[in-house]
């Protein structure tokens, strides 16, 4: 009896190595605790939420290719960076400190991530 190959999930597979999981788990962890801490409807608060957000963003950004690269083995620069850039999308279509911005809306996030999702391939080299 024959196998076939399904090429859609090798397809897949290719696009969620992009995605680093551990990273955007801990970054949505940290952002629970820190909106516990500081309510985001009074100002000051607001102030110092929203640039915690920016710091924990910014230091899990800088953090995912040192993770990737010792953690979880990768050693393509290529998937390194598109992994590393797909921080701060995941973030953005999430919420993250975006969501603080006055200009944000739920639905920018909304069409970035499928874009960005449908852009992968195109940068990455992949194919069906």
């Known amino acids: 009896m024959t196998r076939t190959v399904n090429t859609a999930d090798n397809y897949m597979s290719r696009v969620l190595k992009h995605i680093p999981t551990e990273i955007v788990m801990a970054y949505i962890t940290i952002d629970g605790v820190l ?48 992994s590393t850039l797909s921080v701060p999308v995941w973030l953005f279509a999430l919420g993250g400190p975006f969501a603080l911005q006055d200009w944000y809306q739920p639905a920018f996030g909304a069409l970035i991530l499928p874009l960005y999702t449908l852009i992968l391939p195109i940068i990455s080299g992949s194919t069906r």
Do not use: D
Request: proline share 6%; glycine share 0%.
């Open 35 to 82: 909106r516990t801490s500081y309510h985001p409807n009074v100002w000051a608060e607001r102030q110092t939420l929203q640039t915690l957000l920016w710091i924990v963003t910014a230091v899990l950004t800088v953090l995912t290719p040192f993770w990737l690269y010792r953690v979880m083995r990768v050693k393509r620069p290529k998937q390194l960076f598109i």
